[in-house]
């Protein structure tokens, strides 16, 4: 996960230690994703990935995997993670504003606490990025903390439903947002969040 709205050094630092969204397992939403069968077959991006945990349960499972995080720290360790699982991943610096991937690259994008970090200002320049890298009918899957979550202990910016649907709607068809939960190391339970699936609409 990585969040651009603050600036790029504050990211390095949180990864000097082990930030709170880094609980060195993917998140159980993706987990059920993967199997419910719900990813298309092919390549899939997992965009703020982090140390790499939720691409590398993919990867495990057969899926050809690139992930992009702003941290060049949560890379280098992602790296190191599927070099030491003798895994195949591809994982590069980069902003989720302006990805370095072709258009229609992707059959599958994976979001794992990335689009709560956004500013309403940022949104639909990334929504537009996610639908360029994705071919037409990919499939977007996002988990996000919803406004179920109390905000008394701070953290990432709470979404509502109607926010999500605001944002992507005009370039995707919702096919769900449901209550989840996103495991992190300060929640026993998980915080209260949304995972939202979404097909890239064919213009």
């Known amino acids: ?8 050094s ?4 949180a990864y000097k230690s082990t930030p709170p969204w880094d609980v060195g397992r993917p998140q159980p939403a993706f987990v059920e994703l993967l199997r419910a069968r ?20 993919l990867a495990e499972n057969g899926f050809s995997v690139s992930g992009v995080d702003l941290s060049t720290r949560a890379i ?9 699982r003798s895994l195949e ?3 590069r610096a980069g902003n989720a504003l302006s990805l370095e991937f072709r258009d ?32 037409p009918g990919g499939r977007y899957f996002m988990l996000c903390f919803s406004e179920k979550e109390p905000t008394g202990w701070g953290g990432p910016r709470r979404i509502t439903r109607a926010e999500i649907e605001e944002s992507f709607s ?34």
């Open 104 to 135: 229609n690259t992707f059959d599958n994008i994976i979001d794992s606490g990335l689009f709560h970090t956004f500013t309403d200002h940022d949104r639909p320049a990334f929504t537009r990025e996610m639908a360029r890298v994705l071919v």
């Open 89 to 91: 991943a591809d994982f």
């Open 38 to 57: 719900e990813l298309n077959k092919g390549r899939v991006l997992d965009v703020g990935c982090g140390t790499g945990e939720n691409a590398l349960y």
């Open 10 to 13: 504050s990211w390095e630092d």
């Open 170 to 203: 005009p370039l995707f068809s919702i096919n769900y947002i449901r209550d989840s939960s996103f495991a992190t190391r300060i929640h026993n339970n998980g915080g209260k969040a949304y995972v939202t699936s979404a097909t890239r609409k064919r213009v």
């Open 76 to 84: 280098a360790a992602a790296r190191a993670k599927t070099a030491e």
């Open 1 to 8: 996960m990585s969040r651009p709205d603050r600036s790029l």
